[in-house]
T-cell receptor
Framework: AQSVTQLDSQVPVFEEAPVELRCNYS??????LFWYVQYPNQGLQLLLK??????LVKGINGFEAEFNKSQTSFHLRKPSVHISDTAEYFC????????????FGQGTRLTINP | DSGVTQTPKHLITATGQRVTLRCSPR?????VYWYQQSLDQGLQFLIH???????AKGNILERFSAQQFPDLHSELNLSSLELGDSALYFC???????????FGNGTRLTVT
């Protein structure tokens, strides 16, 4: 079965600083990878996805992530964060074939300080 | 707005009771997923339906059941409720089984 580990439960950064949220996954078969963001009192929104092709994927709000198969990682980055990026970020994985269930990591709370 | 509608937004009930959570997927989406979000367990996958058929089951208790109707809306039934069932329950939909999920705003269930 697939699993996801988000290495940091909380990440505080200053406004306009760069940020990286780390995600490692485990699966015996090929996977699709996703990052979702959850703002307070809301559902999750898709930030970006890796299905195939280029390992560097760009998403909404200036975020990007790089799929690294050898390190089984899918870290999320943004070169300059804004106060409005304060939210919970979830990495998720699903297998390409077989039972379709999206498995989420525990989440990383990103706090942007002025 | 994701296009996924969940009702009710809030539900407060007593232990031992039974509740039904409702989800209307985005127009055209055939897949419906249910997730439970709690502070200690995080986001737990419960069950996935595709075009009326159950496709995958996760950590869903026997006291919980779900179904997807011909009009593609879905209901999650929770019975013999316990304090530990208090959580946010999310529904998500997608057009195909490997497409990104679109989440509703959730139903917050409080069991007292």
């Amino acid at each position: 079965a697939q699993s996801v580990t988000q290495l940091d439960s909380q990440v505080p950064v200053f406004e306009e600083a760069p940020v990286e949220l780390r995600c490692n996954y485990s699966s015996s078969v090929s996977v699709y990878l996703f990052w979702y963001v959850q703002y307070p009192n809301q559902g999750l929104q898709l930030l970006l996805k890796y299905l195939s092709g280029s390992t560097l994927v760009k998403g909404i709000n200036g975020f990007e992530a790089e799929f690294n198969k050898s390190q089984t990682s899918f870290h999320l980055r943004k070169p300059s964060v804004h106060i409005s990026d304060t939210a919970e970020y979830f990495c998720a994985v699903t297998v390409r074939q077989g039972a379709q269930k999206l498995v989420f990591g525990q989440g990383t709370r990103l706090t942007i300080n002025p | 707005d994701s296009g996924v509608t969940q009702t009710p937004k809030h539900l407060i009930t007593a232990t031992g009771q039974r509740v039904t959570l409702r989800c209307s997927p985005r127009s055209g989406d055939l897949s419906v997923y249910w997730y439970q979000q709690s502070l200690d367990q995080g986001l737990q996958f419960l069950i996935h339906y595709y075009n009326g058929e159950e496709r995958a089951k996760g950590n869903i208790l026997e006291r919980f059941s779900a179904q997807q109707f011909p009009d593609l809306h879905s209901e999650l039934n929770l019975s013999s409720l316990e304090l530990g069932d208090s959580a946010l329950y999310f529904c998500a939909s997608s057009v195909e089984m490997n497409s990104p999920l679109h989440f509703g705003n959730g139903t917050r269930l409080t069991v007292t």
